[in-house]
């Protein structure tokens, strides 16, 4: 089965077919009874496509649309092709409900959710009164499938996975001092330091400062001013921020005359946080979910993928995971033959061993977490590069 369904996925030069539905804001039909047939999958995608969330789903919904493309290009899976309704949330959660009820009504067959749990509350409410199983597609925060009774599946690692990652690479290369920046406003940003603390102390290094931002922040003098002050102990930063914040924050720092590597999670993998300049980012090391490195096939999909859908190149990483998300329900159609919501749901959790383009994944029995490899990116004269691929060996618990 996983053969056929990468035999369908291949990644060929031929040229994309149009989404049967239309992409970006606001997409899709207006009548329920076009999708009534059992030979389509709908997947409503309510992504954040403006917003603080924007950074992660305008790429995906730009790799899992290709994804789409292959897939029906192929003749679909068992007879049964694939199409696309977006809309954007505009990154706020009392619009996902909305967002999600208007998918729902258009004929959704499977939701695809927003980047960050606090966005998707409404989604999950929807998804949970209708019995339609949720993706989360480029989210990282393994609460996503605890918030509601729908069934939710990651389509990548969870934030203990990966900033454990990034932990023990930093060891590794002989950090073993780090200041912590974190920010209550979500999750992403606030459990996911705690999981670097936590990781990296286990390793034997020390957490020798804290401080905390809040998204969305223009001012980063006064936090910027607490660290130069510990400057000379400080080894290397972490912090789980995201653009726009990251790259001021990085140029913020040089500013006062903090020179420390900056780390931090999937979030600095986008081509906004190389604004910040090569020399300040020299020394950066995050966590990903691949690396196009010439002649893989990561390096094909952003190649073929971008030519058609641009988006890709603003986050290859996260827009493999929208890819990803087509894989995953290509092995769920190929098992089930079915487009229900519950067969699709069934077929899902019982996934084992996919290999798919960032990562092999099981659900069964993981609570809809796979616990996948992570990659270790860095920045070398002012571009990412690959640095390492592995499973951490100490994992905390989420």
């Given at each position: ?11 060929a030069?031929?040229?994309?077919l ?14 329920a009874?076009?999708?009534?047939s ?19 789903d ?67 409410q ?9 993706i989360a597609?480029?989210?990282?925060q393994?609460e996503?499938t605890?918030?509601?009774s ?6 990548a ?13 930093l060891l ?60 000379e ?24 005359g ?13 081509a ?23 002649g ?6 952003v ?7 641009p ?15 087509v ?48 990659t ?19 994992i905390?618990?989420?």
């Amino acid at each position: 089965m996983k053969s056929m369904q990468r035999g369908i996925l291949a990644l060929a030069a031929a040229g994309a077919l149009v989404l049967t539905g239309c992409s970006g804001q606001g997409s899709g039909s207006d009548s329920a009874s076009e999708n009534e047939s059992s030979n389509v999958l709908t997947i409503g995608y309510a992504a954040a496509l403006t917003g603080d969330g924007a950074a992660g789903d305008v790429p995906g919904l730009a790799g899992l649309q290709y994804g789409v493309d292959k897939i029906n290009e192929s003749g679909g899976v068992n007879g049964i092709t694939l199409k696309v309704i977006a809309k954007d949330t505009q990154s706020d959660s009392a619009l996902g409900g909305t967002v999600a009820q208007e998918l729902v009504d258009q004929g959704a067959d499977v939701l695809v959710g927003p980047p960050f749990p606090g966005m998707a509350s409404g989604v999950l409410q929807i998804a949970a009164d209708n019995g339609i199983p949720v993706i989360a597609g480029t989210s990282t925060q393994p609460e996503y499938t605890l918030m509601s009774s729908a069934d939710v599946f990651l389509a990548a690692f969870g934030d203990n996975v990966q900033n454990a990652a990034v932990a023990q690479h930093l060891l590794s290369v002989g950090h073993q001092k780090a200041f912590v920046v974190s920010s209550p406003d979500m999750t992403y940003t606030s459990n996911g330091a705690n999981f670097f603390a936590d990781a990296f102390e286990n390793g034997g290094g020390e957490v020798i400062g804290e401080a905390t931002y809040s998204i969305g922040q223009t001012d980063f003098s006064p936090l910027v001013t607490s660290i130069a002050a510990e400057k000379e102990n400080i080894e290397v930063i972490y912090t789980p921020m995201f653009p726009p914040d990251l790259p001021s924050f990085v140029r913020a720092l040089r500013g006062a005359g903090v020179d420390a590597p900056v780390a931090g999670p999937d979030g600095f993998h986008t081509a906004e946080v190389l604004a910040a300049g090569q020399e300040a980012l020299e020394g950066t090391y995050f966590s990903t979910h691949g690396f196009e490195i010439e002649g893989t096939p990561l390096a094909e999909f952003v190649e073929l993928a971008s030519a058609s859908h641009p988006d890709v190149k603003d986050g290859p990483a996260l827009a493999a995971l929208g890819y990803t998300v087509v894989e995953i329900l290509a092995e769920a159609l190929a098992t089930s033959s079915s487009t229900d919501s519950a067969a699709l749901t069934e077929a899902i959790q019982n996934i084992e061993g996919l290999e798919t383009l960032t990562g092999e994944i099981t659900y069964k029995g993981t609570g809809g977490v796979p616990r996948k490899t992570v990659t270790i990116g860095g920045v070398e004269n002012g571009e990412f590069v690959f640095v390492d691929a592995f499973v951490p060996e100490y994992i905390p618990t989420p």
